[in-house]
């Protein structure tokens, strides 16, 4: 997440295409939602422009599709789409703005957003549908465009048409005007989130440097704030430094092991892998401390997840525990998950499965592995100056 006119383009198709929620492609596996995404992202795919395709999910796969005469569709498009594609990627976001509503049509605030939309690019009419106006005409050819998609199972807007060259004229991620940057902003920094708007504010008073980390930018807030948001951002750092502890020292621990003599490793030798035994006596103390600040903001149920999260670690672990720990661990896991472990035994000693023998042991402790969207929360404000 860093460009919030996707939640204007989400928008802009909700009103569009409100009418055809019943309506899908691929057994139901394709809904209005991501025949809209098709035409959007092909638009700009065929029509690049000035960096139209810059941070568009699905981008890479659109071009391929491209290169060889394709059209967008669940074949040619992303894997998961709801989720990585730009509606699915913004949806928390337009739910929580009131773009959309919980079942993803126009939200209470919907219309405010592309009404500011439609004045930008002189589209009036577009939000009332009246159709002998500029926006009405365009509101009703997404319309007919996204049902012959569906009916198509691929996109079905001509490849070189007038409509694909006026989305990529009007939808491009980075291409946000007076208006509409103001209407973002206020569901940014005027919300019904008390320390999102703290924090936005302070932001906007001394914005980060550009590529700012997570931790850095959090610990660059944390002095001043009020005792609420201080929780909030001390129960962030708490748990990520716990977190991006363990996940790391699994990581290094799936590398060494591939580096070993046919990728098979003892448990006694899984001991030497970088950091372990340097862990094993502080994680009791990091993983006790994220739970605590977890707890004091006062929601049971997250501090019940941070409980279940890291109840294997809160006490001495020599390295042997430790390491018997983070095997069991993942294995609950995956076991959650529904998928196989990571790795194999073979007569007591340990291999990685051949799909995750290509991580990375470059880690660093310093970036968390969870997005806590503090540097998101900055890019919004950027992108709406």
């Not at 198709?13 to 995404?37: N, P, R, S, W």
């Not at 009916?151 to 694909?164: F, R, W, Y």
């Not at 208006?179 to 001394?206: D, M, P, Q, W």
């Not at 609950?332 to 023998?357: F, M, N, S």
Request: charged letters at 25%; a neutral charge.
């Amino acid at each position: 997440m860093s460009q919030p006119r996707f939640v204007t383009l989400s928008a802009v198709g909700a009103i569009a295409y409100q009418t055809l929620h019943e309506v899908t492609a691929d057994q139901g596996k394709t809904t209005v939602d991501l025949a809209f995404e098709w035409l959007v992202v092909e638009a700009m795919v065929r029509n690049p422009g000035n960096g139209r395709t810059q941070g568009l999910p699905g981008n890479v796969k659109a071009a391929r599709a491209k290169a060889a005469d394709q059209r967008l569709s669940r074949r040619t498009y992303l894997n998961g789409p709801r989720v990585f594609g730009f509606t699915g990627v913004y949806r928390p976001f337009s739910r929580d703005a009131g773009v959309l509503t919980m079942d993803d049509r126009p939200g209470a605030n919907s219309a405010l957003l592309v009404e500011a939309w439609e004045s930008d690019f002189g589209l009036s009419g577009y939000v009332s549908g009246i159709l002998d106006t500029p926006g009405g005409r365009l509101r009703s050819e997404i319309a007919e465009a996204c049902r012959r998609t569906l009916e198509a199972a691929e996109c079905a807007a001509p490849s070189t048409g007038k409509l694909l060259r006026d989305l990529a004229e009007y939808l491009a991620p980075r291409d946000a005007r007076t208006n509409e940057k103001r209407v973002l902003r206020g569901f940014i920094t005027s919300g019904a989130h008390e320390i999102r708007n703290e924090l936005a504010a302070r932001l906007l008073t001394s914005p980060p440097a550009e590529g700012v980390a997570q931790r850095e930018l959090a610990l660059q807030l944390l002095p001043g704030c009020s005792v609420l948001t201080r929780r909030a951002l001390q129960a962030a750092i708490d748990y990520e430094e716990a977190a991006t502890a363990l996940d790391n020292v699994w990581r290094r621990f799936i590398t060494y092991t591939v580096q070993q003599q046919g990728a098979v490793i003892s448990p006694s030798e899984a001991l030497r892998t970088p950091g372990l035994t340097e862990l094993a006596p502080r994680i009791e103390g990091l993983t006790k401390r994220a739970m605590e600040s977890v707890a004091e903001l006062g929601d049971v149920g997250l501090a019940h997840e941070a409980a279940i999260a890291f109840r294997l670690f809160t006490r001495l672990l020599t390295p042997a525990q430790f390491f018997d720990a983070l095997i069991e661990r993942h294995q609950q896991v995956q076991a959650d998950k529904g998928k196989l472990c990571w790795i194999d035994q073979i007569a007591g000693d340990l291999t990685v499965r051949t799909p995750y023998r290509n991580a990375s042991g470059n880690l660093d402790d310093a970036v968390w592995v969870h997005p806590m969207r503090l540097t998101t929360l900055g890019q919004f404000l950027v992108a709406t100056a």
